[in-house]
T-cell receptor, first 113, second 116 residues
Framework: DAKTTQPNSMESNEEEPVHLPCNHSTISGTDYIHWYRQLPSQGPEYVIHGLTSNVNNRMASLAIAEDRKSSTLILHRATLRDAAVYYCILRPHGSGNTGKLIFGQGTTLQVKP | GAVVSQHPSRVICKSGTSVKIECRSLDFQATTMFWYRQFPKQSLMLMATSNEGSKATYEQGVEKDKFLINHASLTLSTLTVTSAHPEDSSFYIC????????????FGPGTRLTVL
């Protein structure tokens, strides 16, 4: 599975935007970029995913570089409830998809009031 | 949306006893489920893939006889930690993969196991 690299931690102020980067230089053409987050003492939850184009949903936006070797998860207005560990994960599409998600270390986001 | 539940949410047991953790898909059928383990301040580590009606597939380094997995129905997978020791204390999380053509993977809330 292709590897992702994320900063260990980031800080943000409440109500401000947050940009969480992820590098995935060995991404293959069939890999989707997925983001999950894990709040303290809970299971991970899905945030967003994309392939080539930028994506928006009610939780966040995903900006994907043109060469797909990096992506950025954007929280438009961070709240205290967004404090979590954010995981960027590559997932093969099609026959290469076993359903497994392999987690890296993720980015611990701290939101300050 | 789809929900995965786990029971119990937390368990404390004595060293040498066995503990069973249940993972249920509440409103969908899951022929496959995944079991993860997470130590404090660390990421999730995939332990095994549970397959309905057949043997589980274990990741390298995970002891099959230590972590027994049974996937008896399309909505229930169980993980039994046999002869638990303090080093087995961890947060155990199950998940169900997305349906065909979908992308969202659903995770249970986790089970906190403490072995005394």
């Amino acid at each position: 599975d292709a590897k992702t690299t994320q900063p260990n931690s980031m800080e943000s102020n409440e109500e401000e935007p947050v940009h969480l980067p992820c590098n995935h230089s060995t991404i293959s053409g069939t890999d989707y970029i997925h983001w999950y987050r894990q709040l303290p003492s809970q299971g991970p939850e899905y945030v967003i995913h994309g392939l080539t184009s930028n994506v928006n949903n009610r939780m966040a936006s995903l900006a994907i570089a043109e060469d797909r070797k990096s992506s950025t998860l954007i929280l438009h207005r961070a709240t205290l409830r967004d404090a979590a560990v954010y995981y960027c994960i590559l997932r093969p599409h099609g026959s290469g998809n076993t359903g497994k998600l392999i987690f890296g270390q993720g980015t611990t986001l701290q939101v300050k009031p | 949306g789809a929900v995965v539940s786990q029971h119990p949410s937390r368990v404390i047991c004595k060293s040498g006893t066995s503990v069973k953790i249940e993972c249920r898909s509440l409103d969908f059928q899951a022929t496959t489920m995944f079991w993860y383990r997470q130590f404090p301040k660390q990421s999730l580590m995939l332990m095994a893939t549970s397959n309905e009606g057949s043997k589980a597939t274990y990741e390298q380094g995970v002891e099959k006889d230590k972590f027994l997995i049974n996937h008896a129905s399309l909505t229930l997978s169980t993980l039994t930690v046999t002869s638990a020791h303090p080093e087995d204390s961890s947060f155990y999380i199950c998940s169900a993969p997305p349906g065909q053509g979908r992308h969202t993977q659903y995770f249970g809330p986790g089970t906190r196991l403490t072995v005394l």
